[in-house]
């Protein structure tokens, strides 16, 4: 697992104190995985009721631009695309303890 940017101190915080939190789920998607729906391309799904109705949005961001899209269309992609990314990665257990030897490797 590559880690470099992080101080371990921190790491340890951020990761494995978040990892606790009940409304927190961490996966890792491990390089031998291979090429997946998202790569090179962040992602969120938006979720909001506006008077009664459940409205939901694909927000996207690289480095000159943003684009929050409300297509059915593009939403159900991006639902398929995080839906495949999470069936795809560790169960956060095994994510948990992946994470944690990464960040005690890197405080040796």
Same mark, same amino acid.
């Given at each position: 697992?590559? =880690? @470099?940017? =992080?101080?371990? @101190?921190?790491? +340890?915080?951020?990761?494995?104190?978040?990892?606790? =939190? @009940?409304?927190?789920?961490?996966q890792v998607l491990p390089f031998s995985k291979g090429q997946h729906?998202?790569?090179g391309s962040g992602f969120s799904l938006l979720g909001l009721v506006v008077g009664g109705v459940r409205k939901s949005w694909a927000y996207t961001e690289d480095l000159t631009r943003a684009d929050?899209?409300?297509?059915?269309?593009?939403?159900s992609a991006y +639902?398929?695309?995080?839906?495949?990314?999470?069936?795809?990665?560790? @169960?956060? +257990?095994e994510s948990m303890?992946?994470?944690e030897k990464a960040i005690g490797d890197l405080e040796r």
């Open positions: 697992m590559d =880690l @470099p940017c =992080l101080d371990p @101190p921190a790491a +340890r915080v951020v990761v494995v104190e978040a990892g606790k =939190l @009940p409304n927190v789920t961490l729906a998202a790569l929050l899209l409300d297509g059915e269309a593009h939403v +639902r398929l695309a995080f839906v495949t990314l999470t069936e795809t990665a560790l @169960p956060q +257990r303890k992946l994470l």
